[in-house]
């Protein structure tokens, strides 16, 4: 039998890994930190051997719940550093340790970088964002991450170390009958992003392993490196705000735009706008939504050119338009985004930031509806709402406020979570855009894709972790699946030392996801 990894159990260290970015408190049975990739198939061997529940986690500022549990957190968010850069053949070879911000930080001084730029880049591993097929604002025109991992270094529960790379094949290790196949046809969401179950889509195209472990969000594998293609960063930019009276106009307004070819259609609903104002942003009256939209082209002209077009071409559905034509003017309109999180970090204690329904994407001729009623979801349920995200690929997050001194608060995020559930069934959608299933969306999983192609998600887990130690619960619902249940506020929150949870609060509040969890214990 491989010998006992070397578990950390003190409950100071176990209770800083029992949050990650979303809405639950889990404190792990223990942690452990390996040191290297030979050292990492220990533990999974260990882990396979002895049946011990294993949690891959990088910065933990995934949303759903993926990257805790109530078995053993195995931290891969120190050991797995560095980043090198290949010029020649525009790629960067990281270290899953390495953050989004590391890797493009490394790659500028080439006039290289990673397209997908994740709003979390600051503290998103290469590991994590493999993981969950991570995406941003960019990804309109440059896809998820996905499309941008030429390899992974991975460990699997048997100890072996393998390099998965792009065309090299399936591996054997799971292959899809005809039949099949029409299933994934018919059966995945028609959204331009998903990271919701396993990607059996991707995988009927393309033929490679690869495909099935990006997004499988620790199920699968553990990832010790990536190899990320780069491309060269574009010479110019340019920008227009789009205000809009009536979310109606979404259904002309974005396509329009998308047709355009931007690099990024950012929609802020007025229910975020509400935040911006608050702090004290410039915000026109009177407005449903605003489109933040940019355009990166070979020259000034170009992207001014494309400017022009956006801008003429919605003239008879704009209620404002505010172009930006240099770098300093582009800051300008993408400050008033950014002026809402502080807003949103600055509500009462009492009134918390919960990400419930928080991923939804929908066919682009379908956001306005969706947005409209998913407002009135909320209203029903008296539950605040604000909305935000991807207009560009028909994706919206949506952080949920509610007031959790109000009896009736759980039910009522409960209700929402349901009316979005069936709200995203209706109109097509995919109930993740980027963030991926974790424990949240594990058991609705049935309902998106049906039990055939359920069963198949079982059938790949098990090939490649037949004891189901990777993360059991996520993308696969556990036995006793609750997804509202283990909130990191109320009353029967888990408890853990006063003062982790306040440094666990402050993490959320300032984004501080990358300080090393064992410091948050000192
Ligand atoms: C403020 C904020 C903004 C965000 N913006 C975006 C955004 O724009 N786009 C976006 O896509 N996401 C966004 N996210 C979500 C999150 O940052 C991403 O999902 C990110 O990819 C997670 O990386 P991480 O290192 O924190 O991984 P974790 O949260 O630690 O883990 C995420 C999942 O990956 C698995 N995992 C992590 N590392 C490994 C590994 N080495 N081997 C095997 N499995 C592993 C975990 O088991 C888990 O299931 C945001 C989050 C926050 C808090």
Not at 138 to 159: H, K, L, Q, T
Not at 252 to 261: Q, R
Request: glycine letters at 12%.
């Amino acid at each position: 039998m491989p010998p006992k990894p070397h578990l950390l159990t003190d409950l100071r260290i176990r209770a800083a890994y029992a949050e990650g970015a979303g809405i639950y408190r889990i404190v792990p049975q223990a942690v452990v930190l390996p040191r290297d990739a030979r050292e990492l198939g220990g533990v999974l061997r260990w882990a396979a051997d002895t049946g011990t529940p294993l949690v891959p986690r990088g910065s933990g500022s995934g949303m759903p719940g993926g990257n805790l549990g109530r078995g053993v957190i195995v931290d891969c968010s120190t050991a797995f550093g560095g980043v090198q850069i290949d010029a020649a053949r525009s790629v960067a070879r990281a270290g899953a340790s390495a953050t989004w911000a590391q890797v493009t930080d490394t790659a500028r001084p080439y006039g290289l970088r990673l397209p997908p730029d994740p709003s979390s880049g600051a503290f998103a591993t290469s590991g994590g964002m493999v993981m969950t097929n991570a995406a941003g604002p960019r990804s309109v025109r440059y896809g998820s991450v996905r499309r941008w991992v030429e390899a992974i270094e991975i460990v699997g529960v048997d100890g072996e170390i393998r390099r998965v790379a792009r065309g090299a094949g399936s591996g054997e290790r799971f292959a899809l009958s005809a039949e099949q196949r029409q299933l994934v046809d018919a059966k995945f969401p028609k959204t331009r992003k998903n990271s919701s179950g396993y990607a059996l889509d991707e995988y009927a195209r393309s033929g490679d392993e690869l495909d099935l472990l990006i997004g499988s969000e620790g199920t699968l594998v553990c990832v010790t490196g990536v190899e990320w293609r780069l491309e060269p960063i574009p010479p110019d930019q340019a920008g227009v705000a789009l205000g809009f009276g009536d979310l109606a106009a979404l259904g002309e307004a974005v396509p329009y735009l998308v047709a355009l070819n931007p690099s990024a259609v950012e929609l802020l609903d007025r229910t975020l706008l509400s935040f911006v104002e608050d702090a004290g942003g410039p915000v026109p009256p009177g407005l449903a939504c605003l489109l933040l939209v940019e355009f990166e082209r070979e020259s000034a002209a170009a992207a001014r050119g494309a400017v022009g077009d956006a801008v003429r071409g919605l003239r008879h559905l704009t209620a404002h338009v505010e172009t930006a034509v240099d770098r300093a003017g582009l800051e300008r309109l993408w400050a008033v985004r950014r002026l809402a999180s502080p807003a949103l970090a600055r509500l009462p204690e009492t009134q918390r930031s919960l990400q419930v329904v928080e991923d939804g994407c929908v066919p682009l001729e379908r956001l306005g509806d969706y947005i409209a009623t998913l407002r009135a979801a909320a209203a029903r349920h008296s539950i605040p709402v604000a909305i935000f995200g991807h207009a560009g690929d028909g994706h919206m997050h949506v952080n949920a406020l509610p007031d959790t001194t109000r009896p009736g608060w759980t039910e009522g995020l409960r209700d929402l979570y349901d009316d979005v559930t069936a709200l995203l069934l209706e109109l097509g959608g995919t109930p993740s855009g980027e963030h991926g299933d974790g424990r949240l969306r594990a058991g609705l999983l049935q309902r998106f894709f049906g039990p055939e192609l359920v069963a198949q998600f079982a059938a790949l887990k098990r090939r490649y972790d037949p004891r189901s130690i990777l993360n059991p619960g996520v993308i696969l619902p556990a036995a006793d699946w609750q997804p509202l249940a283990d909130l990191k506020v109320g009353a029967a929150v888990a408890p853990i030392p006063d003062d982790i949870a306040l440094r666990l609060r402050d993490v959320e509040r300032s984004g501080g996801w990358a300080v090393p969890k064992p410091e948050l214990a000192r």
